[in-house]
């Protein structure tokens, strides 16, 4: 029989993923549930990445990004959501809170980043 259980916030599982973009743990793949969540804070940019193994969803809870996927720019708000497919190249940038599921979990071996920056034109 499968039980409820309830996720906390934790600051000792709070990282600096890099500068302007943290990141709160909340489940993660040792926990075995087949995907992670994670709640991401963001006031600036991420280059672009993919996920060779996880589909990625991103709902911002706050604020307001863009992401940028291949040819496409896509602008969300607070209250919207975007999925990426895994092998899809990405970036975003913004000053939002979201709520970020990968699924499978997420492993980091499966993330490259690019040294690509967003350029706008």
Excluded: W
């Excluded at 809870?61 to 602008?75: M, Q, R, V």
């Amino acid at each position: 029989m499968s039980k409820a259980f309830k996720i906390c916030y934790n600051p000792s599982k709070s990282i600096e993923v890099e500068k302007n973009y943290i990141v709160d743990n909340y489940l993660s793949k040792e926990d075995n549930m087949g995907y992670s969540i994670v709640r991401t804070h963001l006031n600036g940019s991420h280059p672009f990445m993919k996920n060779t193994c996880s589909n990625r969803t991103y709902y911002l809870i706050c604020g307001n990004a863009t992401f940028y996927l291949e040819d496409e720019k896509i602008n969300l708000s607070e209250g919207e959501m975007i999925v990426i497919p895994k092998d899809t190249k990405y970036a975003f940038q913004g000053k939002f809170d979201a709520i970020l599921v990968d699924g499978p979990a997420f492993e980091a071996e499966n993330d490259i980043i690019y040294d690509e920056k967003i350029v706008e034109e």
